[in-house]
Nanobody, 127 residues
Framework: VQLQASGGGLVQAGGSLRLSCAASGRTFSTNAKGWFRQAPGKEREFVAAISRIGDSKYYADSVKGRFSISRDNAKNTVYLQMNSLKPEDTAVYYC?????????????????????WGQGTLVTVSS
C-alpha cells in the first residue's frame, strides 16, 4: 500500500487548505484512516480520524470546529479540510491507514493503531 498525501503549502493565518491522501497498490478502500501531524521539535500527534464508511469521525480538541475529515471510498482517498488556520497548525501532516477489518464505526486515535503511513505534506501558516 502506498499513501500519497498532497495539498500542503503556505497560507496566512485564517486561511484554508484541503489535504488529500490517495491510496494505491492494495488500497484497503474501506479501512479506517486518520491524519496526524508533527511540528518541528515535537512528537507526532493525532489530528482526526474517520471510520471505515465515514459515519464516525473524531478530532483532536485543538482542531475541533476548524478541521473536517472526509473520505471517498470509490477514489480511495481521504481528505482533511482545514479552515481558520493558525500558526500553531504549522506541521508536516501525515495520513495513515489501518489494515484490519474493524467494526464499521470504529475510529482510531493512536499512532500505533495504524499500519501504513503517507510521506507527509508540509503545511505552513504565517501570522
Amino acid at each position: 500500500v502506498q499513501l500519497q498525501a498532497s495539498g500542503g503549502g503556505l497560507v496566512q493565518a485564517g486561511g484554508s487548505l484541503r489535504l488529500s491522501c490517495a491510496a494505491s497498490g492494495r488500497t484497503f478502500s474501506t479501512n479506517a484512516k486518520g491524519w496526524f501531524r508533527q511540528a518541528p521539535g515535537k512528537e507526532r500527534e493525532f489530528v482526526a480520524a474517520i471510520s471505515r464508511i465515514g459515519d464516525s469521525k473524531y478530532y483532536a480538541d485543538s482542531v475541533k470546529g476548524r478541521f473536517s475529515i472526509s473520505r471517498d471510498n470509490a477514489k480511495n482517498t481521504v481528505y482533511l479540510q482545514m479552515n481558520s488556520l493558525k500558526p500553531e497548525d504549522t506541521a508536516v501532516y501525515y495520513c495513515a491507514l489501518n489494515s484490519r477489518e474493524l467494526n464499521y464505526r470504529v475510529v482510531l486515535k493512536s499512532l500505533d493503531e495504524y499500519d501504513y503511513w503517507g510521506q507527509g505534506t508540509l503545511v505552513t501558516v504565517s501570522s
